[in-house]
Structures are given as structure tokens and as C-alpha cells.
């Protein structure tokens, strides 16, 4: 190996280290999987049930609205809406404008949403109890800076 592969490769585990899109990334996989594992009883992934408690909160709304609300592009929230809609878990109505559907909860989607929320308790009380409850919180915290932030 010459000196140049060697400095290549401390430079690339350096920016591995500092890179905070490689660690936030690498993090979200893991956590991702996880919760997932956790959630499966219930038939839901991790992305189903915070796109069905988002339309709960937002009680009906738009692509657009939810798009922003859980920060995703529209075409990969569009394709999500229509797969809980085909599973019965989502309504998809006329908005105010014809190009515009509204999307709501189905009463399958609030019982979804009844029989996920103990497994994702479960799943969120381990990560509390590995991580302990104030570094969570402060993690959180810092979560909602960056949303912030014009980046």
C-alpha cells in the first residue's frame, strides 16, 4: 500500500467520524430496523405508523401538508398514501381544488394506529432505558435545532 492509499484512508475514516449525514444516516438504519422489529406484530413499519399518526395530528390533509410535516418528497409520500389506502388504513378524498386529495384516517387506520402504539412504546422505552431518558430528550432537542436550520 503506498503512502497516498494510507493517507486516503485516514482522511476517508476521519470524515466517517465528523460526517454528521453518514452518522445520522447510519443511525436511522439501525433504529429503523429496530423499531420495525418491534412494530411487525402489529403488521406496520416504522414509516407506515409515523405517516398514519401524522395524518391522526393533522386530522385530514393534503400531500403537500404532509409532505412538509414529516419532511419527504412528494412522490415517495404519494406512493406510501396509496399502499395504507389500498391496505384500507387511509381515505383519499377531493380536496378544495380538484389536483388537490385530502387524506385522512379510515376507522381500520385509528385501530392500526390502537394496536402499533404499544409496540412502539415498548420499542421507545428500550432505546430510553439504553440511552438513558435525558440524553434522549437532549438528542431530541437537538433533532428539532437542525429541522430548524435552513440547510
Not at 33 to 50: A, E, H, I, M, N
Not at 77 to 100: M, P, T, Y
Request: aromatic share 6%.
Amino acid at each position: 500500500m503506498s503512502a497516498q492509499d494510507d493517507n486516503d484512508k485516514k482522511m476517508a475514516a476521519a470524515m466517517g467520524r465528523a460526517c454528521v449525514f453518514y452518522n445520522i444516516r447510519k443511525t436511522t438504519r439501525m433504529l429503523t430496523s429496530y423499531y420495525d422489529r418491534v412494530l411487525s406484530p402489529c403488521g406496520l413499519k416504522t414509516t407506515q405508523f409515523s405517516l398514519l399518526m401524522n395524518v391522526l395530528l393533522l386530522e385530514s390533509a393534503t400531500v403537500s401538508q404532509l409532505a412538509r410535516q414529516l419532511g419527504m418528497d412528494r412522490t415517495t409520500l404519494s406512493r406510501n398514501v396509496r399502499l395504507l389506502a389500498q391496505k384500507g388504513l387511509l381515505r383519499l378524498g377531493s380536496g378544495e381544488d380538484r389536483r388537490e386529495q385530502r387524506i385522512s384516517l379510515t376507522a381500520e387506520g385509528r385501530l392500526a394506529i390502537d394496536q402499533a402504539i404499544p409496540f412502539w412504546q415498548q420499542a421507545q422505552s428500550e432505546v430510553e432505558k439504553q440511552l438513558g431518558q435525558e440524553w434522549v430528550k437532549d438528542f431530541l432537542s437537538s433533532l428539532r435545532r437542525i429541522n430548524r436550520t435552513e440547510l
